[in-house]
Protein backbone atom coordinates (compact mmCIF):
# COMPACT_ATOMS: atom_id res chain seq x y z
CA UNK A 1 0.00 0.00 0.00
CA UNK A 2 1.87 3.10 -1.03
CA UNK A 3 1.14 6.24 1.40
CA UNK A 4 -1.38 9.17 -0.14
CA UNK A 5 0.69 12.21 0.65
CA UNK A 6 -1.60 15.43 0.05
CA UNK A 7 1.03 18.31 -1.46
CA UNK A 8 0.34 21.58 -0.20
CA UNK A 9 1.14 24.83 -2.42
CA UNK A 10 0.45 28.29 -3.56
CA UNK A 11 -1.50 29.67 -0.67
CA UNK A 12 -2.86 33.39 0.02
CA UNK A 13 0.45 34.66 -0.05
CA UNK A 14 3.28 36.86 -2.13
CA UNK A 15 5.49 33.44 -2.08
CA UNK A 16 2.70 31.96 -3.94
CA UNK A 17 3.97 31.38 -7.14
CA UNK A 18 7.79 30.50 -5.57
CA UNK A 19 5.88 27.77 -3.48
CA UNK A 20 4.59 25.84 -6.87
CA UNK A 21 8.26 25.98 -7.75
CA UNK A 22 9.05 24.00 -4.40
CA UNK A 23 5.93 22.07 -4.72
CA UNK A 24 6.97 20.66 -8.12
CA UNK A 25 10.39 20.03 -7.57
CA UNK A 26 9.06 17.87 -4.47
CA UNK A 27 6.87 15.90 -6.39
CA UNK A 28 9.21 15.18 -8.97
CA UNK A 29 11.99 13.83 -6.42
CA UNK A 30 9.44 11.38 -4.69
CA UNK A 31 9.90 7.72 -5.17
CA UNK A 32 6.46 6.93 -6.88
CA UNK A 33 6.81 3.25 -5.53
CA UNK A 34 6.56 4.48 -2.12
CA UNK A 35 4.24 7.32 -2.67
CA UNK A 36 1.01 8.37 -3.77
CA UNK A 37 1.06 11.90 -4.99
CA UNK A 38 -2.31 14.63 -4.73
CA UNK A 39 -1.03 18.00 -5.58
CA UNK A 40 -3.39 20.54 -3.68
CA UNK A 41 -3.03 23.95 -5.51
CA UNK A 42 -4.18 26.56 -2.94
CA UNK A 43 -5.12 29.82 -5.59
CA UNK A 44 -4.68 33.30 -4.23
CA UNK A 45 -8.47 33.66 -3.66
CA UNK A 46 -8.18 30.89 -1.03
CA UNK A 47 -9.91 28.08 -2.90
CA UNK A 48 -8.13 24.49 -3.19
CA UNK A 49 -7.73 22.40 -6.27
CA UNK A 50 -6.46 18.98 -7.45
CA UNK A 51 -5.69 17.92 -10.69
CA UNK A 52 -3.07 16.24 -12.76
CA UNK A 53 -2.23 19.33 -14.56
CA UNK A 54 -0.95 20.77 -11.59
CA UNK A 55 2.66 18.99 -12.40
CA UNK A 56 3.14 20.80 -14.93
CA UNK A 57 4.90 23.85 -14.68
CA UNK A 58 4.26 25.47 -18.22
CA UNK A 59 0.36 25.00 -16.99
CA UNK A 60 0.85 27.80 -14.66
CA UNK A 61 1.43 30.19 -17.41
CA UNK A 62 -2.24 30.51 -18.17
CA UNK A 63 -4.11 29.95 -14.43
CA UNK A 64 -7.42 30.51 -15.36
CA UNK A 65 -7.62 27.58 -17.83
CA UNK A 66 -5.46 25.83 -15.20
CA UNK A 67 -8.13 26.08 -12.62
CA UNK A 68 -10.71 25.78 -14.63
CA UNK A 69 -9.79 22.19 -15.81
CA UNK A 70 -8.49 21.07 -11.77
CA UNK A 71 -10.91 19.86 -9.66
CA UNK A 72 -12.13 22.24 -6.70
CA UNK A 73 -11.74 20.63 -3.43
CA UNK A 74 -11.70 21.34 0.31
CA UNK A 75 -11.32 19.07 3.96
CA UNK A 76 -13.56 19.53 6.53
CA UNK A 77 -12.56 20.84 9.67
CA UNK A 78 -13.28 18.48 11.35
CA UNK A 79 -10.77 16.05 13.79
CA UNK A 80 -10.34 12.78 12.27
CA UNK A 81 -11.59 13.16 9.02
CA UNK A 82 -8.26 13.16 6.65
CA UNK A 83 -10.59 12.76 3.29
CA UNK A 84 -10.33 15.33 0.21
CA UNK A 85 -13.74 16.05 -0.77
CA UNK A 86 -14.69 17.68 -4.22
CA UNK A 87 -16.35 20.93 -3.80
CA UNK A 88 -19.12 20.38 -6.29
CA UNK A 89 -21.60 17.47 -4.61
CA UNK A 90 -22.50 14.69 -6.41
CA UNK A 91 -25.76 12.86 -6.73
CA UNK A 92 -25.35 10.99 -3.51
CA UNK A 93 -23.79 13.57 -1.40
CA UNK A 94 -20.04 14.63 -0.67
CA UNK A 95 -17.66 12.98 -3.30
CA UNK A 96 -14.50 12.24 -1.81
CA UNK A 97 -11.34 12.84 -3.76
CA UNK A 98 -8.58 10.57 -1.53
CA UNK A 99 -8.41 9.77 1.66
CA UNK A 100 -4.89 11.11 3.04
CA UNK A 101 -2.71 10.02 5.15
CA UNK A 102 -0.13 12.91 5.69
CA UNK A 103 0.12 16.39 4.23
CA UNK A 104 3.43 17.66 3.10
CA UNK A 105 3.08 21.65 3.08
CA UNK A 106 5.24 23.48 0.45
CA UNK A 107 3.66 26.63 1.07
CA UNK A 108 5.49 30.12 1.72
CA UNK A 109 4.74 33.71 3.58
CA UNK A 110 1.57 34.68 5.11
CA UNK A 111 -1.26 32.12 5.39
CA UNK A 112 1.06 29.20 4.76
CA UNK A 113 4.04 29.22 6.63
CA UNK A 114 3.02 31.13 9.67
CA UNK A 115 1.34 28.79 11.40
CA UNK A 116 -2.40 29.29 9.80
CA UNK A 117 -2.22 26.39 7.85
CA UNK A 118 -1.27 24.33 10.40
CA UNK A 119 -3.49 25.00 12.75
CA UNK A 120 -6.45 23.48 9.89
CA UNK A 121 -4.36 20.39 9.87
CA UNK A 122 -4.24 20.21 13.78
CA UNK A 123 -7.76 20.59 13.72
CA UNK A 124 -8.23 18.06 11.18
CA UNK A 125 -5.87 15.46 13.54
CA UNK A 126 -3.67 14.64 10.33
CA UNK A 127 -0.31 14.06 10.72
CA UNK A 128 1.56 16.93 8.47
CA UNK A 129 5.32 17.51 8.02
CA UNK A 130 7.38 20.58 9.32
CA UNK A 131 6.40 22.60 12.26
CA UNK A 132 3.88 22.95 13.99
CA UNK A 133 1.57 26.26 14.81
CA UNK A 134 3.74 28.32 17.67
CA UNK A 135 6.80 27.03 15.86
CA UNK A 136 5.38 28.31 12.43
CA UNK A 137 3.93 31.38 13.89
CA UNK A 138 7.12 32.32 15.87
CA UNK A 139 9.07 31.71 12.93
CA UNK A 140 7.40 33.47 10.56
CA UNK A 141 7.00 37.00 13.06
CA UNK A 142 10.33 38.85 12.35
CA UNK A 143 9.61 40.43 16.00
CA UNK A 144 8.43 37.40 17.93
CA UNK A 145 11.58 35.71 16.45
CA UNK A 146 14.18 37.87 17.82
CA UNK A 147 12.14 38.49 21.11
CA UNK A 148 12.71 34.61 22.06
CA UNK A 149 16.57 34.80 20.26
CA UNK A 150 17.39 37.20 22.57
CA UNK A 151 15.94 35.56 25.74
CA UNK A 152 17.57 32.55 24.73
CA UNK A 153 21.07 34.09 24.56
CA UNK A 154 21.24 33.77 20.69
CA UNK A 155 22.64 37.19 18.75
CA UNK A 156 20.38 39.16 16.50
CA UNK A 157 21.25 42.71 14.80
CA UNK A 158 20.13 45.79 17.29
CA UNK A 159 16.62 46.60 16.04
CA UNK A 160 13.58 48.78 17.04
CA UNK A 161 9.57 47.30 16.48
CA UNK A 162 6.13 49.15 15.93
CA UNK A 163 2.64 49.15 14.68
CA UNK A 164 1.20 50.74 11.77
CA UNK A 165 -1.27 52.57 14.39
CA UNK A 166 1.76 53.86 16.02
CA UNK A 167 2.73 55.28 13.03
CA UNK A 168 -0.49 56.94 11.82
CA UNK A 169 -0.97 58.40 14.73
CA UNK A 170 2.59 59.94 15.17
CA UNK A 171 5.27 59.34 12.71
CA UNK A 172 7.56 61.69 14.59
CA UNK A 173 7.54 60.02 17.98
CA UNK A 174 8.41 56.40 15.57
CA UNK A 175 10.93 58.10 13.78
CA UNK A 176 12.77 59.60 17.13
CA UNK A 177 12.50 56.57 18.72
CA UNK A 178 14.07 54.60 15.66
CA UNK A 179 16.61 57.29 15.51
CA UNK A 180 17.27 57.53 19.25
CA UNK A 181 17.99 53.23 19.37
CA UNK A 182 20.11 52.97 15.62
CA UNK A 183 21.70 54.96 13.61
CA UNK A 184 21.97 55.28 10.31
CA UNK A 185 21.68 53.47 7.69
CA UNK A 186 18.92 51.02 8.82
CA UNK A 187 16.97 48.32 6.70
CA UNK A 188 12.99 48.70 6.83
CA UNK A 189 11.11 45.13 6.84
CA UNK A 190 7.26 44.16 7.40
CA UNK A 191 7.48 41.79 10.48
CA UNK A 192 5.98 39.08 8.46
CA UNK A 193 6.97 39.11 4.87
CA UNK A 194 9.29 36.97 2.99
CA UNK A 195 11.43 36.81 -0.29
CA UNK A 196 12.72 40.17 0.75
CA UNK A 197 9.07 41.61 -0.46
CA UNK A 198 8.66 45.11 1.36
CA UNK A 199 12.19 45.41 2.56
CA UNK A 200 14.24 48.84 1.78
CA UNK A 201 17.25 50.01 3.20
CA UNK A 202 16.81 53.85 4.30
CA UNK A 203 20.11 56.21 4.83
CA UNK A 204 18.39 59.37 6.54
CA UNK A 205 14.94 60.26 7.58
CA UNK A 206 13.44 61.16 4.32
CA UNK A 207 14.30 57.46 3.05
CA UNK A 208 13.00 56.12 6.47
CA UNK A 209 9.82 57.75 5.87
CA UNK A 210 9.29 56.20 2.48
CA UNK A 211 10.96 52.64 3.81
CA UNK A 212 7.85 52.77 6.74
CA UNK A 213 5.36 53.73 4.62
CA UNK A 214 6.13 51.20 2.03
CA UNK A 215 6.47 48.36 4.41
CA UNK A 216 2.86 49.40 5.98
CA UNK A 217 1.32 48.61 3.23
CA UNK A 218 2.23 45.22 3.30
CA UNK A 219 1.62 44.67 7.32
CA UNK A 220 0.60 45.98 10.33
CA UNK A 221 3.84 44.85 12.50
CA UNK A 222 6.97 46.87 11.16
CA UNK A 223 10.75 46.03 12.49
CA UNK A 224 13.49 48.30 11.62
CA UNK A 225 17.15 47.40 11.99
CA UNK A 226 20.47 47.99 12.04
CA UNK A 227 21.77 47.94 8.31
CA UNK A 228 24.86 45.96 8.43
CA UNK A 229 27.19 47.29 5.57
CA UNK A 230 29.95 45.28 5.04
CA UNK A 231 28.08 42.08 5.25
CA UNK A 232 28.45 38.29 4.39
CA UNK A 233 25.14 36.45 4.25
CA UNK A 234 25.46 32.87 5.51
CA UNK A 235 22.71 30.44 5.35
CA UNK A 236 22.22 27.11 6.94
CA UNK A 237 19.63 24.55 6.79
CA UNK A 238 18.73 22.38 10.18
CA UNK A 239 16.63 18.88 9.88
CA UNK A 240 15.05 16.99 12.50
CA UNK A 241 13.19 17.95 15.72
CA UNK A 242 14.06 18.95 19.27
CA UNK A 243 15.72 15.95 20.00
CA UNK A 244 17.88 15.33 17.67
CA UNK A 245 19.00 17.91 14.80
CA UNK A 246 21.40 18.24 12.30
CA UNK A 247 22.92 21.27 10.43
CA UNK A 248 23.73 20.97 6.69
CA UNK A 249 26.63 22.52 4.64
CA UNK A 250 26.54 26.58 4.65
CA UNK A 251 26.25 28.64 1.50
CA UNK A 252 26.50 31.82 1.27
CA UNK A 253 23.98 33.41 -1.23
CA UNK A 254 25.32 35.87 -3.63
CA UNK A 255 23.37 39.52 -4.62
CA UNK A 256 23.79 41.67 -6.54
CA UNK A 257 23.27 44.96 -4.98
CA UNK A 258 22.81 46.06 -0.99
CA UNK A 259 20.61 43.82 -0.46
CA UNK A 260 19.77 40.19 -1.65
CA UNK A 261 16.19 41.00 -3.56
CA UNK A 262 13.11 39.34 -5.01
CA UNK A 263 15.29 38.80 -8.07
CA UNK A 264 18.59 37.48 -6.74
CA UNK A 265 16.68 34.59 -4.90
CA UNK A 266 14.46 33.09 -8.02
CA UNK A 267 15.37 35.23 -11.16
CA UNK A 268 18.34 34.19 -12.05
CA UNK A 269 17.90 30.62 -12.97
CA UNK A 270 18.40 32.01 -16.91
CA UNK A 271 14.76 32.01 -17.15
CA UNK A 272 14.38 28.64 -15.96
CA UNK A 273 11.91 28.74 -12.69
CA UNK A 274 14.09 27.13 -10.25
CA UNK A 275 13.10 28.76 -7.14
CA UNK A 276 15.77 29.23 -4.65
CA UNK A 277 17.43 26.44 -6.65
CA UNK A 278 18.38 29.49 -8.91
CA UNK A 279 20.00 32.06 -6.50
CA UNK A 280 24.01 31.90 -7.51
CA UNK A 281 25.45 30.85 -4.37
CA UNK A 282 29.19 29.59 -2.40
CA UNK A 283 28.46 26.23 -1.71
CA UNK A 284 30.32 25.24 0.83
CA UNK A 285 30.09 28.72 2.24
CA UNK A 286 34.03 29.73 1.93
CA UNK A 287 34.33 30.92 5.90
CA UNK A 288 36.75 29.46 8.35
CA UNK A 289 35.85 26.20 10.17
CA UNK A 290 35.11 27.86 13.72
CA UNK A 291 32.73 30.40 11.77
CA UNK A 292 31.31 27.13 10.01
CA UNK A 293 31.20 24.96 13.38
CA UNK A 294 29.54 28.38 15.17
CA UNK A 295 26.77 28.64 12.82
CA UNK A 296 26.14 25.11 12.38
CA UNK A 297 25.96 25.69 16.36
CA UNK A 298 23.17 28.68 16.46
CA UNK A 299 21.44 27.06 13.69
CA UNK A 300 20.35 23.87 15.67
CA UNK A 301 20.02 26.02 18.98
CA UNK A 302 17.58 28.53 17.24
CA UNK A 303 15.72 25.42 15.42
CA UNK A 304 15.24 23.95 19.39
CA UNK A 305 14.34 27.21 21.33
CA UNK A 306 11.85 27.82 18.29
CA UNK A 307 10.24 24.55 18.81
CA UNK A 308 10.86 23.39 15.21
CA UNK A 309 10.00 20.56 13.38
CA UNK A 310 11.20 18.97 9.46
CA UNK A 311 13.61 20.78 7.58
CA UNK A 312 14.11 24.70 8.24
CA UNK A 313 16.80 27.38 6.85
CA UNK A 314 18.55 30.24 9.49
CA UNK A 315 20.02 33.30 7.42
CA UNK A 316 22.86 34.74 9.07
CA UNK A 317 24.37 38.09 8.41
CA UNK A 318 28.28 38.27 9.35
CA UNK A 319 29.57 41.48 9.80
CA UNK A 320 32.99 41.46 7.93
CA UNK A 321 33.84 44.68 9.91
CA UNK A 322 33.74 42.97 13.35
CA UNK A 323 33.53 39.68 12.52
CA UNK A 324 30.32 38.92 14.38
CA UNK A 325 27.93 36.16 13.29
CA UNK A 326 24.02 37.10 13.94
CA UNK A 327 21.04 35.30 13.30
CA UNK A 328 19.16 37.14 10.71
CA UNK A 329 15.73 35.05 10.07
CA UNK A 330 14.52 31.38 10.00
CA UNK A 331 12.29 30.04 7.01
CA UNK A 332 10.15 27.19 8.76
CA UNK A 333 9.17 25.95 4.99
CA UNK A 334 12.28 26.97 3.32
CA UNK A 335 12.31 27.51 -0.94
CA UNK A 336 13.11 24.46 -2.66
CA UNK A 337 13.11 22.82 0.79
CA UNK A 338 16.35 23.81 1.12
CA UNK A 339 17.47 20.18 -0.97
CA UNK A 340 20.58 21.53 -2.72
CA UNK A 341 21.86 22.11 1.00
CA UNK A 342 21.12 18.37 1.72
CA UNK A 343 21.93 16.75 -1.37
CA UNK A 344 25.44 18.55 -0.82
CA UNK A 345 25.64 17.01 3.05
CA UNK A 346 25.02 13.60 1.60
CA UNK A 347 21.27 13.80 1.76
CA UNK A 348 19.76 13.72 -2.05
CA UNK A 349 16.32 15.08 -2.32
CA UNK A 350 14.33 11.98 -2.12
CA UNK A 351 15.73 10.80 1.08
CA UNK A 352 15.30 13.91 2.45
CA UNK A 353 11.63 14.04 1.87
CA UNK A 354 11.81 10.34 3.28
CA UNK A 355 13.01 11.50 6.83
CA UNK A 356 10.33 14.64 6.59
CA UNK A 357 7.78 12.02 6.32
CA UNK A 358 8.83 9.70 8.49
CA UNK A 359 9.02 12.36 11.03
CA UNK A 360 5.49 13.50 10.51
CA UNK A 361 3.75 10.31 11.63
CA UNK A 362 6.71 9.96 14.36
CA UNK A 363 5.04 13.41 15.85
CA UNK A 364 1.32 12.44 15.65
CA UNK A 365 1.77 9.22 17.32
CA UNK A 366 3.69 11.08 19.90
CA UNK A 367 0.95 13.96 19.98
CA UNK A 368 -1.86 11.07 20.08
CA UNK A 369 -0.28 9.90 23.94
CA UNK A 370 -0.89 13.45 25.11
CA UNK A 371 -4.07 13.84 27.29
CA UNK A 372 -6.92 16.22 25.49
CA UNK A 373 -9.50 15.04 28.17
CA UNK A 374 -8.86 13.94 31.26
CA UNK A 375 -12.64 13.09 32.13
CA UNK A 376 -14.17 15.16 34.21
CA UNK A 377 -17.38 16.75 34.18
CA UNK A 378 -18.56 19.78 35.43
CA UNK A 379 -21.94 19.50 34.65
CA UNK A 380 -22.51 15.96 36.37
CA UNK A 381 -23.93 17.25 39.84
CA UNK A 382 -25.94 20.36 38.28
CA UNK A 383 -29.39 20.73 39.96
CA UNK A 384 -32.51 21.21 37.16
CA UNK A 385 -32.61 24.79 36.05
CA UNK A 386 -28.62 25.67 37.34
CA UNK A 387 -27.07 28.73 36.00
CA UNK A 388 -23.96 29.46 34.88
CA UNK A 389 -23.01 31.44 37.78
CA UNK A 390 -20.18 30.20 39.70
CA UNK A 391 -19.18 27.93 37.22
CA UNK A 392 -16.70 29.12 34.49
CA UNK A 393 -12.87 29.74 34.02
CA UNK A 394 -10.84 30.83 37.12
N1 LIG B 1 20.33 43.99 9.14
C1 LIG B 1 20.63 43.89 7.85
N2 LIG B 1 21.72 44.51 7.33
C2 LIG B 1 22.00 44.43 6.02
N3 LIG B 1 21.29 43.75 5.10
C3 LIG B 1 20.20 43.11 5.56
C4 LIG B 1 19.82 43.14 6.94
N4 LIG B 1 18.69 42.41 7.07
C5 LIG B 1 18.39 41.95 5.85
N5 LIG B 1 19.27 42.37 4.93
C6 LIG B 1 19.23 42.08 3.49
O1 LIG B 1 17.86 41.99 3.05
C7 LIG B 1 17.54 40.67 2.61
C8 LIG B 1 16.15 40.28 3.00
O2 LIG B 1 16.00 40.36 4.40
P1 LIG B 1 15.43 39.17 5.29
O3 LIG B 1 15.44 39.58 6.71
O4 LIG B 1 16.19 37.94 4.97
O5 LIG B 1 13.93 39.05 4.81
P2 LIG B 1 13.12 37.97 3.95
O6 LIG B 1 12.29 37.24 4.97
O7 LIG B 1 12.26 38.77 3.05
O8 LIG B 1 14.09 37.09 3.25
C9 LIG B 1 18.64 39.80 3.22
O9 LIG B 1 18.83 38.62 2.48
C10 LIG B 1 19.84 40.73 3.18
O10 LIG B 1 20.40 40.80 1.88
MG1 LIG C 1 15.80 36.18 3.94
Redesign the pocket.
Known sequence: MKIKVGVLFGGRSVENEISVVTALQTMESMNRDKYEIIPIYIAKTGHWYTGARLLELSNYKDMKAQLAACTEVYMRPVYGDHCLYETRPGLFGRKVVASLDVILPTLHGTNCEDGTLQGVLACIGIPFVGCDVLASANGMD?ITMKLILQGSGIPV?DYHWFNDKAWYADRDAVLDAVEKRLRYPV?V?PAN?????G?RPAHDRAELIEAVDYACTFTTRVIV????EK?K?VNCSVLGNYEDCEASACEVPM?SGE??TYDDKYMRGGGKSKGMQSTKRELPAKISDEETSLIKELACKTFRVLACDGVARI?F?KDEEDRRIYV??INTIPGSLSNYLWDFSGVPFPALVDRLIDQAFARSREAGFKVTDFGGNIFKHLGQGAKTGKLGKK
Open positions: KVIKSGSSVIEKLVLERILDINE
